[in-house]
């Protein structure tokens, strides 16, 4: 490679690094350098914060294995592999229709947040920000939500760790679903739920049947997470549009930005929700891509997170790779977990 990355054959096929320029190499290449698996063995012994993880996209590969079939759970797995060397933005969500062949009963919802309180412990997370939209699968939506705190209360009795969640909507969202969402998550705020994200597939939707619902959030305190610049083909009008329509106090991802948008999130210091292993696979080619690690480096608020700990990979793996783009150490990155946790909704 002509990246200054030096070859050291060994078993575990294992480069070692010597004045090697992290931003310049691809995923594939970073995870098989010396020091990103050394900080890797590390990070996977400390504790840990994630603010961006959604429960239909963070379940146990054995999870996901148990509640399948064999050729169902071949093709999820395939389709996993391909990420890594990437591929487009809108067919990543093929991934989604595949798990929610496994999520198709609210038994099973429970199931699969308790399943994800377990991932979370064995990785040392201790404090999670869990997204979900709600469905009706053998119920309404509060039977569904019902269901998630369940599996949620029982994983935080079984480990040491406290998740909290975040209901989720989409841009093409209905103004009926969104406001009965809202009235949810009003309802259950002081039990789990802590606020609201707009998200799914960025470039579907305009988001008029949720604005008004989100009104009525604000109205009541809710904190709001904005899912934004993930595709390329979003326009600079909407993206605009949304930062001032919905005012959040989070944004995710923030990879393709108008310049508009981006100036908007930095003077309202906006906290950035970095995912960059999922940015890596389905938005951008090189680190060198992803706005926020300039705006980490210059002191703007930023918190790096998993997105879909099943298709992108734990958050220790997430931390190891931030590590080996922003030259921290261990204990740097300690620190950045605790600050992690001051920008999570009350």
């Not at 009003?186 to 799914?200: A, E, L, N, P, T």
């Amino acid at each position: 490679m002509s990246t200054g990355v030096q070859s050291a054959a060994s078993r575990e096929n294992v480069v070692v690094v010597s004045e090697v320029n992290f931003a310049e190499l691809s995923l594939l290449e970073i995870e098989k350098t010396s020091k990103y698996l050394e900080l890797l063995a590390r990070l996977k012994k400390s504790f840990k914060t994630d603010l961006h993880a959604h429960l239909g996209g963070a379940l146990s590969k054995e999870f996901i294995k148990k509640h399948s079939t064999a050729q169902e759970y071949a093709e999820l797995i395939g389709f996993i592999d391909k990420l890594k060397s990437g591929i487009d933005y809108s067919d990543a969500f093929k991934a989604f229709s595949m798990i929610g062949r496994v999520l198709n009963s609210n038994q099973r919802i429970e199931e699969a947040a308790f399943d994800f309180c377990q991932n979370q412990h064995n990785d040392n997370v201790t404090f999670t920000e869990l997204r979900t939209g709600l469905k009706r699968l053998d119920g309404g939506f509060e039977d569904y939500l019902k269901a998630v705190i369940a599996g949620l209360e029982r994983g935080m009795e079984a480990y040491p760790i406290r998740v909290t969640l975040v209901l989720s909507l989409r841009r093409e969202t209905s103004f009926e679903d969104a406001d009965e969402t809202i009235a949810l998550a009003i309802k259950y705020r002081g039990q789990i739920v802590k606020g609201i994200d707009v998200s799914g597939e960025s470039i579907k939707g305009d988001g008029k049947g949720i604005f008004e619902a989100l009104r009525q959030a604000r109205s009541k305190g809710l904190p709001i997470t904005l899912h934004i610049g993930e595709s390329k083909d979003e326009s600079p009008e909407q993206q605009l549009k949304e930062l001032k329509e919905i005012q959040p106090s989070r944004v995710g991802h923030a990879v393709h930005l108008c310049p508009e948008a981006q100036e908007w999130i930095e003077n309202n210091q906006i906290v950035v929700e970095a995912c960059l292993r999922s940015a890596l696979s389905v938005m951008i080619k090189k680190p060198t891509e992803h706005p926020a690690l300039a705006l980490f480096k210059k002191g703007h608020p930023v918190v790096f997170c998993t997105d879909d700990s099943t298709l992108f990979g734990s958050h220790s793996e997430e931390l190891a790779l931030d590590a080996c783009l922003c030259d921290l150490t261990i204990e740097q990155v300690t620190e950045m977990q605790k600050a992690a946790l001051t920008y999570a909704f009350n």
